[in-house]
């Protein structure tokens, strides 16, 4: 679809990656019109269709997962829906799937073009891990791991509680620059991309790119799930074509 989102990275030539927006599906109301949640309330047969137009569109067999907000990351299966809140691959034509709606959409790549993975980032997924597990699923050393930041709520519209920002700083000291005092008394508004980005470099990935879009303002484009908690949910995709040395 015109408007998808596909990452402008130095990915290796079998790496392909994808962010639907609301645009091109069949859904009414808050979800329309793409919606790709199957577990918000919307018409079952309309999220059908708009993932038939996803697989028709892209040519890939996403491998959808059930998101807990946890660090688990599993093989990535189209044949059965895991609970886990990233996956990886090395199987061509399977995509590593996740969906989002303001939290942080995650991909991985090494610079073999063997593996790829997607992660699902809201802020307890990233205090968590769900990063560092991520990359290490890819068994690739750190320097060989490529990132890209799919849209998330901006840090002009993520405010969170002092807990949150205590979280990220009793493990790291460096947080404290991705946190900034809100207007509301006691809270802060919070930079989940330089967070994330702090988080990949203290396992020494900083090949990362991506980024600068949010989720909450867009309102054309994205779903938002702090701007209406009834809503539909974007799709991220990453998926290997044939291996390098046979392209």
Same mark, same amino acid.
């Given at each position: 679809?015109?408007?998808?989102?596909?990452p402008?990275?130095?990915?290796p030539a079998n790496?392909?990656g994808?962010?639907?927006?609301? !645009?091109? @599906?069949?859904s009414?109301?808050?979800?329309?019109s793409?919606n790709l949640g199957?577990? #918000?309330?919307? +018409? /079952? =047969?309309a999220?059908?269709e708009?993932?038939?137009r996803?697989v028709? !569109?892209? @040519?890939c067999r996403?491998?959808?997962?059930?998101q807990?907000?946890?660090?688990?990351? #599993?093989?990535? +299966? /189209? =044949?059965?829906v895991?609970?886990?809140?990233a996956?990886w691959?090395?199987?061509? @034509?399977i995509?590593?799937?996740?969906?989002?709606?303001?939290c942080?959409?995650?991909?991985f790549?090494?610079?073999?073009g063997?593996?790829?993975?997607?992660?699902?980032?809201g802020?307890?997924?990233l205090?968590?891990g769900v990063l560092e597990a991520?990359?290490?699923?890819l068994?690739?050393?750190t320097r060989d791991?490529?990132?890209w930041?799919?849209?998330?709520?901006?840090?002009d519209?993520?405010?969170v509680?002092a807990?949150?920002?205590?979280a990220?700083?009793?493990e790291h000291?460096r947080?404290?620059?991705?946190f900034?005092?809100?207007v509301n008394d006691g809270?802060?508004?919070?930079?989940?991309y330089?967070l994330?980005?702090l988080?990949l470099?203290?396992?020494?990935?900083?090949?990362i790119?991506?980024?600068?879009?949010?989720?909450?303002?867009?309102?054309?484009?994205?779903?938002?799930f702090r701007?209406?908690?009834q809503t539909?949910?974007l799709?991220?995709?990453i998926w290997?074509t044939?291996?390098?040395?046979?392209a």
């Open positions: 679809m015109n408007d998808w989102l596909i402008d990275w130095p990915a790496v392909r994808c962010v639907t927006t609301r !645009s091109g @599906g069949v009414h109301g808050p979800y329309q793409l199957d577990h #918000v309330q919307d +018409d /079952p =047969a999220v059908a708009n993932r038939q996803l028709d !569109s892209l @040519g996403p491998a959808w997962l059930k807990v907000h946890g660090i688990s990351v #599993v093989e990535a +299966d /189209p =044949a059965q895991l609970e886990a809140d996956s691959t090395s199987t061509p @034509g995509a590593a799937t996740i969906m989002t709606a303001d942080l959409p995650v991909f790549c090494n610079r073999q063997t593996r790829v993975a997607a992660a699902h980032a802020w307890r997924g205090v968590s991520t990359a290490a699923s068994e690739s050393s791991i490529l990132v930041f799919g849209p998330a709520i901006g840090p519209a993520f405010e509680g807990e949150v920002r205590e990220f700083v009793s000291s947080a404290k620059t991705a900034k005092p809100s809270r802060f508004m919070a930079d989940i330089q994330a980005r988080r470099a203290s396992i020494g990935i900083d090949a790119y991506g980024g600068g879009w949010c989720t909450y303002t867009d309102t054309a484009r994205f779903y938002s701007r209406s908690s539909g949910r799709a991220s995709l290997l044939q291996p390098l040395d046979e």
